[in-house]
């Protein structure tokens, strides 16, 4: 089983829509749980960064953690097209080592 | 504030040729090392990673090998490249305190 799964996708909204990513991981003991952006032929951008369960909101992006059922999730309000790009999941439990999904491609379609 | 630089940007090697890509980390020290590569619609497959000068840790049996000679210097390196390294060579940093990592703009590489 691997440690973080993720729809690939791909998903493709209109412009102003809530758009809703999603992972789930295998390992209870995973603690520290992020959000990555990558636009095409770039490296991953950290957008958001959590500890533990909860929400944490930044702007038109927040993030939610639910450890009962090991499940992360990614909502974007009023989506843009510069929202357009590859989302990426990623968990880890020490800090040394982490765990990414395979990413899922979003186009928010103007 | 910290940047992570990767080079070359592109590279296209003929098989059986050696390789060797750079990245280095400002603004930090001490910082884990990790080299990543990412194929075409695929996720992450983490090749290396380094807590300290020397210490490499490999994640993949395979025909490449990293170094760290400094400790904000990461190389990734092939003796002999074969077709199926062509992809996306992603470095990052992190520091060990902290549970966020930070990439480089990665490098494409194409091996013909």
């Known amino acids: 089983q691997k440690e973080v799964e993720q729809d690939p996708g791909p998903l493709s909204v209109p412009e102003g829509a809530i758009v809703s990513l999603n992972c789930t991981y295998s390992n209870s003991a995973f603690q520290y749980f992020m959000w990555y952006r990558q636009y095409s032929r770039k490296g991953p951008e950290l957008l958001m960064y959590?500890?533990?369960?909860g929400n944490k909101e930044d702007g038109r992006f927040t993030a939610q953690v639910d450890k009962s059922s090991k499940y992360i999730s990614l909502f974007i309000r009023d989506s843009q097209p510069s929202d357009s790009a590859t989302y990426l999941c990623?968990?880890?439990?020490?800090?040394?080592?982490?765990?990414f999904g395979t990413g899922t491609s979003l186009t928010v379609i103007p | 504030s910290q940047t992570i630089h990767q080079w070359p940007a592109t590279l296209v090697q003929p098989v059986g040729s050696p390789l060797s890509l750079e990245c280095t980390v400002e603004?930090?020290?001490?910082?884990?090392l990790y080299w990543y590569r990412q194929a075409a619609g695929r996720g992450l497959q983490l090749l290396f990673y380094?807590?300290?000068?020397?210490?490499i840790s490999s994640e993949v049996p395979q025909n490449l090998s990293a170094s760290r000679p400094q400790d904000r210097q990461f190389i990734l390196s092939s003796k002999k490249l074969l077709l199926s390294d062509s992809g996306f060579y992603l470095c990052a940093w992190s520091r060990g305190t902290l549970y966020e990592q930070y990439f480089g703009p990665g490098t494409r590489l194409t091996v013909t």
């Open positions: 603004g930090t020290s001490n910082p884990n």
């Open positions: 990623a968990t880890s439990n020490t800090g040394n080592q982490f765990y």
């Open positions: 959590t500890y533990s369960s």
């Open positions: 380094s807590v300290g000068i020397g210490q």
